[in-house]
């Protein structure tokens, strides 16, 4: 990401409101953020009347206000990048922001820019992991991590986030492909479950019940619930899934895992 808006941590009283903007450019188009920030009497800086304006040409094709709780929170940043991420022939403008503050919060804004959907703008909310760009089967796709899993099973730290895969559709809409990028997913489920099987056993202190949930929601979209259910009976007989009360160890905690995956969509085909 080539132009961002990134705060400066200096101490002093509040400053005065100056307009940043940023300007991103490709052929005949263009993508130009303008943002009034000052600095708090903290250092971090602060934001207001944030607005993108997007012209083809001659024709603007975006032109809003875009201020919001998350984006224009204190000590946020902000990044505009010109990319192609919906396969046709004209670059997206994309607004990432970045919320600031201890494991949150990422989230884009993509104007598309060409065809019957110029102007279209997809909100997309990351959360802690973020995203990358990459091209597989000769489309890009969004590649991030599936941030539900974040404290849902045990602590941050000790948290296992499974890979998520989401591409724009034709009509102008996120959709999640994870389902068709199982090379990824297999991948994603041999990293976990190396993390888990390097700790189980090893240490009380060691807590794999946010790995093992991470492993299992792979294996639920590989179709291999039966792996998973096993492994979860061998580690409850052998003691594996305790850890801080404030999350349901043992034969809770298999229930609940089985319980929050279904909620969230994880089934094996």
Known sequence: MAAALVPAASAGAPGPWKTITLEKHHGPL?????????KTRYGAFEFR????????????????????EDRCSIASQHWVDLKNVWGDAAPEVILDSYTGGAHCCFESLIVLTGGGHAGHAISHFWGD??????????????????????????????????????AIG?????????????????????QWWHAYTSLRGKSA??????????????????????ACDAELASALKKGYLKGPEIWPQNAKYIAFLHRELSKWGYRSP
């Open 49 to 68: 009347g944030m607005k993108l304006v997007v012209r083809n040409g001659s024709h603007t094709v975006f032109d809003r206000l875009l201020c919001s």
């Open 205 to 226: 202190e060691d807590d794999i019940r946010g790995v093992l949930g991470a492993w299992c929601a792979d294996e639920y979209r590989l179709g291999d619930k039966a």
């Open 129 to 166: 992991p973020g995203y990358s760009v990459k091209t597989l089967g000769g489309a890009p796709v969004f590649v991030t991590a599936d941030d539900r899993f974040a404290y849902a099973f045990t602590a941050f730290a000790a948290s296992g986030l499974p890979v998520e895969v989401f």
């Open 170 to 190: 034709a009509h102008g809409v996120m959709n999640d492909v994870t389902q068709s990028q199982l090379t990824l997913v297999k991948k994603d489920a041999a």
């Open 30 to 38: 263009a993508a130009v953020l303008t943002v009034q920030r000052r």
